[in-house]
């Protein structure tokens, strides 16, 4: 038995002045009415990955429910998001290896698997936006997202070959180019291409502030780039101490021509999310990336947390810092959960 007393009560109305802020949260008819942001399908980007052949569906051991498709099969997956009403997908290939150069010129195919995907989707699924990732790992055998000599990526060469693959997409049907290579110039490069091959209306969304991350590891995986990836991205990708520098990026993203702006990873850069939203009151997305996505898949398949709960909360984090959208591999999942 024990004999502890509460203290006793304190004169709560002198310490409150009857400023109470639970009454707000009583009910649930309540807490949706002074609820400041919420999640809808109209905030999903679904990050989709390629694969060659037909009928082909293979799983990621490190992203699990995420699986490459083949393109048939990426166009059943449209239909099924434009079902659900999610705006947009984002193409990211998985390139048979053989295909595979130090120049990333299979990048330029205009029939390789982002081009055809894109044809194929546009024609069965007219309404769905759809992004393309503007970067040369996939297409590299260095794995790395611009063109290398000896250990140095090469700026003004790697924005050569970048317009490229911009235009190559652009001319496949892509409806926004987001370059996500981090080379300096290359928003402004790619936006006068389009505008010199009058595709004046591709619009562009800058992966502005992406940082090296040690997030990105079952994206790797998915495009077969793990293996491969000689050194880091370092030299071109920021750094995770810098916040300010963040900011630059994306105003030089903007002054070059982007029309959205992303930042990259998403959770732990929740405060470069608001920074950014604040400072430049531009469309801003944020990439919740493979890293994230795993986390939570392995906590809650181990039964650690409520996956359901967690992947909501998480993503109407997003928006509560400023995010007009998410990419998320999640999309599928959370769409028919959300209202429109
Ligand atoms: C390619 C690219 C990466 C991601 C998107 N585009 C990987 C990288 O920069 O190495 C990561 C997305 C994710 O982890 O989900 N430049």
């Not at 077969?224 to 963040?246: C, H, P, V, W």
Request: aromatic residues 8%.
């Amino acid at each position: 038995m024990n004999n502890h007393t509460p203290y006793p009560k304190h004169d709560m109305d002198a310490i409150l002045g009857g400023r109470r802020l639970r009454r707000n949260r009583r009910a649930d008819w309540s807490r949706r009415l002074v609820r400041e942001t919420k999640l809808t399908v109209d905030d999903l980007i679904w990050p989709i990955f390629l694969v060659d052949g037909t009928n082909v569906r293979q799983d990621v051991a490190s992203l699990p429910g995420v699986q490459r498709l083949s393109v048939d099969q990426a166009v059943i997956e449209a239909e099924r998001a434009a079902g659900y009403g999610i705006p947009a997908l984002a193409l990211f290939p998985f390139t048979e290896p053989s295909l595979r150069d130090p120049s990333g010129s299979e990048a330029l195919n205009p029939d390789n698997l982002v081009c055809q995907a894109c044809r194929a989707i546009k024609a069965a699924v007219p309404e769905i936006g759809l992004i393309t990732d503007v970067a040369l790992d996939p297409y590299t055998s260095h794995g790395h997202d611009g063109v290398m000599s000896g250990h140095v990526i090469l700026n003004d060469e790697s924005v050569a070959v970048l317009v490229g693959q911009a235009l190559n997409q652009a001319a496949a049907g892509a409806d926004v180019i987001a370059p996500s290579d981090m080379m300096d110039g290359r928003v402004g490069a790619i936006r006068q291409a389009l505008d010199d091959q009058d595709m004046t209306d591709t619009q562009i969304m800058a992966y502005s502030a992406k940082y090296a991350s040690a997030f990105y590891g079952p994206f790797r995986d998915a495009i077969g780039t793990s293996k491969t990836l000689i050194g880091d991205k370092r030299t071109y990708q920021m750094d995770f101490g810098n916040s300010d520098e963040a900011i630059r990026e994306v105003e030089l993203d903007i002054a070059e021509g982007a029309d959205m702006i992303m930042v990259k990873p998403g959770m732990p850069y929740l405060d470069i999310v608001r920074r950014v939203k604040d400072e430049f009151a531009m469309p801003t997305f944020v990439y919740q990336v493979s890293g994230e996505y795993a986390m939570i898949q392995a906590a809650a398949q181990n039964g650690w947390i409520d996956g359901d709960r967690a992947i909501i909360e998480a993503l109407s984090a997003f928006k509560r810092a400023g995010a007009d959208g998410i990419l998320t591999y999640f999309a599928p999942l959370v769409a028919p959960m959300l209202s429109r």
